[in-house]
């Protein structure tokens, strides 16, 4: 499938979100990344359901939604969202993930799965029919502004053929410290979008269209 790129607002202006959109827009950056966490499935809080649904009435960008939280059924309905739009969750965090991968799809959204660079592929054994997309963290979710664990190429390999059994093509999402060069390496691999934080996009004096085109460039 076509490369995407998926861009993480946590790491865009606040002070000035819309300006971020209308610039990832010129860009054609196909999906905005929006980091809901808990404080308790990791140590932080970044951007929360009122964010993703004021983003949803500004923009006709796909919304990507990354919810680091844990038991995250609870709150899949505060978020309106439509069938272009995805919902990732964390096997670690959801002891009933696959029902609550079939309550994201039965909100008329995209449903993921994400797991932990500690977590083993493994885990996702048996998800396939219930995941529109498998998300690889390639650091430990959180904070931006981290390095790529070691090994993260060889686990987007087998991630891809683990996956290929599947009866229908599932998108790979990587997460975390996505500078070019480790885009390179990892579409290679098997990635198919892309999240770019400080790495890859949100970079200071420079243009947002020309860090997405250099990305684009090595894929
Ligand atoms: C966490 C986030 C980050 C981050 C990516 O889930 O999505 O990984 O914003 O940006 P950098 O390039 O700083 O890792
Ligand atoms: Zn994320």
Known sequence: MKKLLSASMMCADLTN????VRE????????????IMDGSFVPNITLGFDFVNALKSITDI?????????N?????DRMKLDKGDVICIHYEADEN??????????????AGLAINPTTPLSCLEGFEAS????????VTPGFAGQKMFDGAQEKV?????LLSTADRYIPIEVDGNMSSENGRKLSAAGADIFVLGTSGL????????????????VL
């Open 62 to 70: 796909p919304l990507d939604v990354h919810m680091m939280v844990n």
């Open 131 to 138: 995941i529109d997309m498998a998300l690889v963290m390639t």
């Open 17 to 20: 979100v819309e300006k971020a």
């Open 202 to 217: 949100f970079i200071k004096n420079k243009d947002m269209k020309v860090a997405a085109d250099e990305f684009r460039a």
């Open 97 to 110: 993930a696959k029902d609550t991968l079939e309550l994201i799809r039965s909100h008329g959204c995209q």
């Open 72 to 76: 995250p059924a609870r709150f899949i």
């Open 157 to 161: 390999t087998e991630a891809r053929k």
């Open 24 to 35: 990832l827009e010129a860009a054609e950056i196909e999906y905005l990344h929006i980091d």
